[in-house]
């Protein structure tokens, strides 16, 4: 596959696949307002994922649509970052890997508003706005429950130590990356850390929350090599299409 | 309820619709802090581009009149029709006026 | 229901109780009870903090939080198929169209909460088993048809029993009905779409439909309630304008309207005696089954264990996250007044 087919790819599904896990959410929220707000993340992340699904297959050039690309591609096509494939916990885990993945959007994001390629540019345009609010929503929460009780703190804090290990992956540069920074497509994925860290660590502050040590193991989501959940998440969502192939709905 | 836990406090929302119009209350939500009930408001009241603008009151800080004072507080303007301009009586070939 | 204490702590405050409610039961009596009804008899709105009978509150409170709860609960049935949706663009649809059931929820609660109750307490109800709620939301959905089917039959009726609530005696409720008709058209819409494509697509999918259909027809149908005859509360809720028509006759109007929509899908309702009454242009429509209504209502429908464990899970474990935000806001306010000392 083309970098620049694969690098649009590992956008859209990460966008996609963490749609899909908050979309879990909807009615079995702590409160009904976080229902709604949960939801309104999905819904942001599915609309990313379907311009940037459509765009890879243009780039591909095999005709796929979509749906296509979401319904029909198996585990290891898919590129999205570990992180985002990981279960959904109880809502502090849901924050916390929220918030990390949100504070990694929006330095990719803002970086691709800079893109040779005007189509990522432009979706890159639209998802920068609505980045910015899923931040202030994750990093809100996160205060809220580092800072709030003994067991509310205890709970961000263990689950940061369980996700902190995939987030090596979201800056580690690969021949995809190092070819689509040479054409000015997007950024290394190493140039997203300095920024990402800055974020990261002031919230972590006033959340009276602690960065864990990196772990020297990474993660390969985006080159199709997966935790053992995604085929699950998959096997979900792509059930019932896959049960009727051809139809539509 | 069954547990101890306290609950949300209860927050008023206003909604301006677009610029040029007053903020306009919409109904309540719960939310413990100042931003949550902002985030809230634009969740639940904001689906639909409703608004680009929302005000968010704690509703224990909102002092409302009372509809038992309601003769003592608004009769008394109801005779005064001389407030109103068609209480006057100006000619038709008067004009702009 | 009444809260002689703790008023300002769970009504709006826009909106919390006056003087007139707190009048001795004896006072309430004769004038006051002729004045209410003028001003209801006069299509003139009653405000939260007018003064109103016991029973009209009563009435309301159970009336508006059991519809708040069945759009909680309602999540629940079409939530089950947003993991598996058949495509993204349904994917996308079904999460708009369920968060709206949210907040339709959200906006009827806060309705409730004018009269004088608070919303954790109507929650506690709810997860109780003390609280009522629509009982088609206790039907299972196993197919994406019951997903079209719900919109289309099940949100179907609700508009139609909603509607008329827009011109309710009671401004808070009529005004979040008026929010709520307005976001709902769309849910019905969407589902019949749901039910063009399966009943034009593949055989399986056709089948599919009318599976559907034949199980959501008839708890439609019960969806109004018992028929007037049966009916406890409708003369006077009629004389309350809290209710503008009866069970019977909204229940025809939805049989006339659905019957053709049935007919352009190609599907067939599951009813043997429905037929064409010409003269007094109806359709008439077999007996309703009311033994299954009262069992589901009871509690023993095939979903009810479900769906109230379903909430009270999200209600227990959510509480640490409810508790760490109040929390958290307290030690912001501790913070803030140390900082001014």
Redesign the interface.
């Known amino acids: 596959m083309m970098p620049h087919c694969a690098y649009v790819l590992r956008i859209a599904d990460t966008s996609?696949i963490l749609a899909?896990r908050l979309?879990?959410w909807?009615?079995?929220?702590?409160?009904?307002?976080?229902?709604?707000g949960l939801?309104?993340v999905?819904?942001d992340l599915?609309?990313q994922?379907?311009m940037l699904?459509s765009y890879a297959g243009e780039l591909e050039g095999r005709g796929r649509s979509?749906?296509d690309l979401?319904?029909l591609r198996e585990e290891s096509e898919f590129l999205n970052a570990t992180l985002v494939e990981q279960p959904n916990g109880?809502?502090?885990q849901t924050v916390v890997r929220q918030f990390l993945v949100d504070a990694w959007q929006l330095e990719l994001y803002e970086q691709l508003l800079e893109s040779k390629d005007p189509r990522l540019a432009e979706i890159a345009a639209k998802a920068v706005k609505e980045t910015r609010y899923h931040l202030r929503y994750s990093a809100g929460w996160l205060?809220?429950?580092g800072?709030?009780?003994d067991?509310?703190h205890a709970?961000v804090q263990d689950a940061l130590t369980r996700l902190w290990p995939l987030t090596g992956e979201l800056f580690s540069t690969d021949e995809v990356d190092r070819e689509i920074a040479q054409a000015g497509i997007g950024p290394a994925a190493e140039a997203l850390l300095p920024g990402w860290s800055a974020r990261v660590a002031a919230v972590f502050a006033e959340a009276r929350l602690a960065a864990p040590v990196m772990s020297p193991f990474s993660w390969h989501g985006k080159q199709g090599r997966h935790s053992e959940h995604l085929g699950f998440v998959l096997a979900?969502?792509q059930?019932?299409?896959r049960a009727?192939p051809?139809?539509?709905? | 309820?069954?547990?101890n836990?306290?609950?949300?406090p209860?927050y008023?929302i206003f909604i301006r619709a677009r610029s040029g119009l007053d903020h306009k209350?919409?109904?309540?939500?719960?939310a413990?802090?100042a931003r949550?009930a902002i985030e809230h408001a634009r969740d639940?009241y904001t689906?639909?581009q409703e608004g680009v603008s929302i005000w968010a009151?704690?509703?224990?800080?909102?002092?409302?009149s009372?509809?038992?004072d309601a003769d003592t507080l608004f009769e008394p303007a109801r005779d005064k029709v001389y407030r109103h301009p068609t209480f006057y009586d100006i000619p038709d070939e008067v004009k702009t006026l | 229901m009444r809260r002689d204490s703790g008023v300002?702590?769970?009504?709006?405050?826009?909106?919390?109780l006056?003087?007139?409610c707190l009048r001795d039961e004896a006072e309430e009596s004769g004038t006051f009870e002729q004045r209410f009804q003028t001003r209801v008899d006069a299509e003139e709105k009653i405000?939260p903090?007018?003064?109103m009978p016991e029973a009209y509150r009563r009435t309301l409170i159970r009336q508006i939080s059991q519809h708040a709860h069945s759009e909680?609960v309602g999540?629940?049935p079409e939530?089950n198929w947003?993991?598996?949706?058949?495509?993204?663009?349904?994917?996308?649809i079904l999460?708009?169209k369920?968060?709206?059931e949210?907040?339709h929820?959200?906006?009827l609660?806060?309705?409730t909460?004018t009269l004088g109750v608070?919303?954790?307490?109507l929650i506690?109800q709810l997860?109780?088993g003390k609280a009522k709620y629509s009982s088609i939301f206790n039907y299972p959905t196993p197919t994406?048809a019951d997903v079209g089917a719900i919109g289309w039959l099940v949100d179907g009726a609700a508009i139609m029993n909603q509607v008329p609530l827009c011109r309710c005696s009671y401004g808070p409720y009529a005004?979040?009905m008026v929010?709520i008709c307005k976001?709902e058209s769309f849910h019905q819409r969407q589902g019949y779409e749901?039910m063009m494509?399966?009943s034009r697509?593949?055989t399986?999918?056709k089948d599919m439909a009318q599976q559907a259909l034949n199980r959501w027809w008839w708890p439609s149908l019960m969806m109004f309630g018992p028929s007037d005859a049966e009916s406890k509360h409708s003369a006077q809720s009629m004389r309350w304008k809290i209710k503008r028509f009866s069970n019977d006759e909204l229940r025809q109007k939805f049989v006339d309207y659905t019957v053709p929509q049935a007919e352009f899908l190609g599907l067939t309702i599951p009813d043997p005696d429905l037929r064409r009454d010409e003269a007094a242009q109806h359709y008439r429509f077999g007996t309703i089954d009311w033994n299954e209504f009262e069992q589901v209502l009871k509690g023993h429908g095939p979903c009810n264990r479900e769906r109230l464990e379903?909430r009270r899970?999200?209600h227990d474990?959510?509480?640490?996250?409810?508790?760490?935000?109040?929390?958290?806001?307290a030690?912001?306010a501790a913070r803030k007044n140390s900082r001014a000392a």
């Not at chain 1, 909807?26 to 709604?36: K, Q, S």
């Open positions: 996609l899909q979309g879990e909807v009615g079995h929220a702590p409160a009904i307002e976080e229902d709604l939801a309104n999905s819904l599915l609309g994922a379907r699904l979509e749906d979401a319904y109880d809502f502090g205060v809220r429950l800072d709030g009780t067991e509310s709970r979900e969502m059930s019932l299409h009727h051809g139809a539509t709905w | 309820m069954t547990d836990s306290q609950d949300w209860l008023e209350h919409v109904g309540s939500l719960h413990t802090d949550m639940l689906r639909r009151v704690r509703s224990s800080d909102i002092v409302a009372d509809p038992a | 300002d702590l769970y009504t709006q405050g826009l909106d919390s006056g003087k007139d405000e903090k007018d003064w909680i999540m629940l939530g947003i993991t598996r949706a058949p495509s993204l663009l349904r994917k996308t999460i708009a369920v968060q709206d949210g907040g929820g959200a906006y609660y806060s309705a909460e608070s919303r954790d307490e506690g997860l109780e994406w005004r979040a929010r976001e749901i494509r399966l697509g593949t399986a999918q379903a899970r999200a474990e959510g509480r640490w996250v409810r508790d760490a935000a109040i929390a958290h806001a030690k912001q």
